[in-house]
C-alpha cells in the first residue's frame, strides 16, 4: 500500500516538473516572440530603414584604397592619428614641444589649421581599432548616419514623412555630397553637426525648454569646433528670429547663459588659432572695400550648384523656389531663410569653394520635391514620381565606384624593410599618405619623413618659395640629415624641384624599385613612385634642423638625434 501510495507521489511529482517546465517553455516563447516583434517594429521605423539603406550605399568599398582627396584629406588623416598618440602618450609637461616634434617626424600634420572635434574623435576610432584609411572613413559614415538623421527629424516638420524620408535618401546618394561621405574631409562631419543645431533650435522654438536650448547649445559649440563653416548658423538663427520675430527668446537668462557658455567652449581654440595661423583671417574676411562691388562674389555658388545638383534637381528646386514664395507658409518661409542664410553667409566670405553649398543643399532637394509633386497634380502621382527619382539616385549610388588611389602603401612597407630607413624623402602629391602609412608601420615611432618643403615652401594663396636652389644644397641636405633612401611621384606637382630630380637621376644615386600608382582616378593615371638609394656615406648632423613654415608664424627647429632612431617620446 506504501509503495502504491509512494509511486503515485512520484507521478505527480513528475507531473507537476513537466507542466512546470511546459509553463517556463511557453513564457520564453512569449518573451521571445515579444522581443523578436520589438525588433522587427524597431526594424521598420522609418529613420531606421533610411539610417540601413544609407549605410548600405555610403559604405560601399569602404576598405579600399588610401587617402589621396586634395592634401587636405591627408592630413585630417594625420591630425586624428596626432590625437590618437596624445592621448596615449599624455605628454602633459610639454604639449607644445610635442606638437613641434610631432610634426618634424609626420610633415602632414595640420594642427591648428581646422578645429579639432573631428579629429579627437577620429583618433579615438583610431585608438580603438588600429590606424587605417577604413577606420577614418569609419568616423565621417557615423557622422553621415548622424546627418541624415537629423534631416529626416527636420524634414518630418515640413510636411509628409514620405517626403522627409524620401529627400533624406536624395541627400545622401546626390553625386555630390555621396562623394565627400565617402573620403575623410569635413564637409559631412560639419553639415551633421549644422542640422543637429537646426534640429534643436526648432525643437527649442516650440518648447522653449530648457533641456532643448542647453542641447542646442552644445550641438552649436560642436559645429564651430568641427569646422569654421559653423559660421552659417550665426545667420540662419539671426534670420530666423528677425523673419519669425522670436524676440522674447532673446529676453530670456538661460539663453544668454547658454550662448555664454557655448563662447567659452570654442573661444580657446580660435585665440590659438588666429595667434598661431599666419593666414586664417585673411581668407575670410575682405581686405578690398570693393570686395562686395564685384560680380562674381555673387554669381559662384549660383552656377556651382546647377552641376552639383544637376539640372533636373535644380529645375525642381526653382518651381518649389516660386511655389514657397507665392505660399509663404510657415515651412516655405523656413526653407527660404536656410537657403537665403547659406548664400549671404558665404557671399561675404573671402574664400570661394564649391563645397561651401553642403550647407544649404538639403532644403534645395526638399523644395525640389515639392516642386515635382505640383507639376504631378496629384498627390498619387506626386508621390510615385518622387520614390521613382529616389529610386534613381539610391540605385545611381550603388553604382558609383568610390574614388580610389593605391601606392603609397606598398612604397611605405619597401622602403621601411631596408636597412638605414630611419629618415626617408619623400616627393610627391601623395606624400600625406604615404606619412601615414610611415606610422602604422612604425608602433614605436623610431622614424621621421622628411618631405619636398625642405626644398620648396608652399603657403595658402602665394606662389613656392624655393629654399634649395642647387643640385649641391640639396645633396648637402641629404648628408646632413642622413638621409639613405628617396622616394618620388614621377609628376612634380610643384615648380622647383628640379634640382631633386637631377640629382637622384645622377650616379650618386641608384634607382631600386619603381611602384606604380593605381588609381580610378584621372589625374593619377600613368603614374608611379621612384625609390632611389643614395651611394655615399651619410653624415647626420648634431645640430638643430629648421623645417621652413609659412602657414605658421615661426619655423619649427629639432634636432634629429633627439626623435628618431629610438622610440618616441622618451
Partial sequence: MSESLTSRGQV?????????????NWSSGITRSRGISRVTDLLLQPAVLLLILVGFVVSRGITRGEFFFYGDEMSHAMNGVFFRDFLVDLPLRHPIQYVYSYYAKYPALAFPHWPPLFHFLEGIFFLLFGLSPFVSRLTILCFSLTGVYFWYRIAERLGPRYRAFLSAVILACLPFVLLYERITMLEIPILAACLAVIHFWLKFRETERPSHLWILAGWTAAAFLISQKAIFLAFFILFDVIIERRFRLLRRVDTWLAAIAC?????????????????????????????????????????????????????????????????????????????????????????????????????????????????????????????????????????????????????????????????????????GDFIFFARKLDAQKRRLVAREKQIVVTDVGRKPSTVLATTDEVLHFFKSWGIRYAAIDNVDDLPGLGAVRTLLNSDQFELIRTIPIESNVPRFHNREIQVFRFRGELQRTDQNVVIPMMTIHKDISVNLSSVTGHPWPN
Fill in 12 to 24: 505527480l511529482t513528475k507531473g507537476r516538473e513537466n507542466l512546470s517546465e511546459l509553463v517556463d
Fill in 263 to 431: 563662447v567659452l567652449a570654442i573661444l580657446p581654440w580660435y585665440l590659438v588659432a588666429a595667434h598661431t595661423l599666419s593666414f586664417m583671417v585673411g581668407r575670410a574676411i575682405p581686405k578690398r572695400a570693393h570686395y562686395l562691388a564685384i560680380t562674381e562674389n555673387y554669381t559662384f555658388y549660383l552656377t556651382r550648384l546647377y552641376g552639383q545638383l544637376g539640372p533636373v534637381l535644380i529645375g525642381l528646386a526653382c518651381v518649389g523656389l516660386l511655389l514657397a514664395v507665392i505660399r509663404r507658409s510657415r515651412s516655405d518661409r523656413f526653407l527660404l531663410l536656410w537657403v537665403l542664410a547659406g548664400y549671404v553667409c558665404f557671399v561675404l566670405i573671402v574664400e570661394k569653394d564649391p563645397r561651401h553649398t553642403m550647407l544649404w543643399i538639403p532644403p534645395l532637394i526638399y523644395l525640389a520635391l515639392l516642386g515635382l509633386e505640383t507639376v504631378c497634380v496629384r498627390q498619387l502621382f506626386g508621390v510615385m514620381a518622387c520614390s521613382v527619382l529616389a529610386l534613381i539616385f539610391v540605385v545611381n549610388g550603388l553604382r558609383a565606384p568610390r574614388p580610389r588611389v593605391t601606392g603609397a602603401e606598398e612604397t611605405a612597407k619597401f622602403v621601411y624593410s631596408l636597412p638605414e630607413s630611419d629618415v626617408v624623402y619623400f616627393q610627391g602629391e601623395l606624400d
